[in-house]
Structures are given as C-alpha cells and as structure tokens.
Nanobody, 126 residues
Framework: QVRLVESGGGSVQAGESHRLSCIVS????????LGWFRQAPGKEREGVAT????????NYAGSVKGRFTISRDNAKNTLFLQMNSLKPEGTAMYYC???????????????????WGQGTQVTVSS
C-alpha cells in the first residue's frame, strides 16, 4: 500500500526559511516522480514544485521559483521542500504526491498525481 507522510510544518516569520519532508513507503520510490502542492484557505490546491524520478529535472511555480528548492533522497525514500524567504501568502496546507506517469516539460498538476499525503500546515506571519 502506497503511503506518503509529510512532516515539518509549523509557524514561521516572513523572511525565514523552513524545510518540509515527505516519507514515501509501499513503492519503489526511485522510479516515480514526486511533487509538492499547497492549498490556502478558500483556494484551490496548486502545484508548488515537481521532481523527476532521478532528481535531475525540477519544475516550479512562478510564485516560488528562486526561493523554494525541491529535492529527494531515494535511498531514504524521502522528498524535501526547502522554503526560503517565506511570505505570508505561503500560508497553506502543504501536500506531497506521487505519480507513475512523469511529465518533465512542465510543472505537473493535481490531476497528474495518483497518491497523496495528508498534508502539513505551514503558517507564515508578517
């Protein structure tokens, strides 16, 4: 059974850095693409960053490009999201997701992913 568990959420001040983790189990994670999504109150879930199976290709939403970095450690079945220069509009529930069908030419969307974690809350105060 595929399972994704996010951790690392919390409350931070604007301008600070924070790192999220997602442990994936139940699959050979090294052959699947992974992604981070977020959903702010009253808004639809949106893609933040996606990464290829080997980690060599990444894609980012324009709103986070240059500030966030997605990475993965396949030996530890773990996905990361390093968030720098956080802004109040980054307050959201953050989700990790996994898919067998990788699209590397663009930031993948909600519908491209099969399995999802339960989310971890990040709150950014001004």
């Amino acid at each position: 059974q595929v399972r994704l568990v996010e951790s690392g959420g919390g409350s931070v001040q604007a301008g600070e850095s924070h790192r999220l983790s997602c442990i994936v189990s139940g699959v050979t994670v090294s052959i699947y693409c992974l992604g981070w999504f977020r959903q702010a109150p009253g808004k639809e879930r949106e893609g933040v960053a996606t990464i290829s199976a080997g980690g060599g290709t990444t894609n980012y939403a324009g709103s986070v490009k240059g500030r966030f970095t997605i990475s993965r450690d396949n030996a530890k079945n773990t996905l990361f999201l390093q968030m720098n220069s956080l802004k109040p509009e980054g307050t959201a529930m953050y989700y990790c997701a996994e898919t067998r069908v990788c699209i590397l030419s663009r930031l993948m969307e909600n519908s491209d992913f099969t399995y999802w974690g339960q989310g971890t809350q990040v709150t950014v105060s001004s």
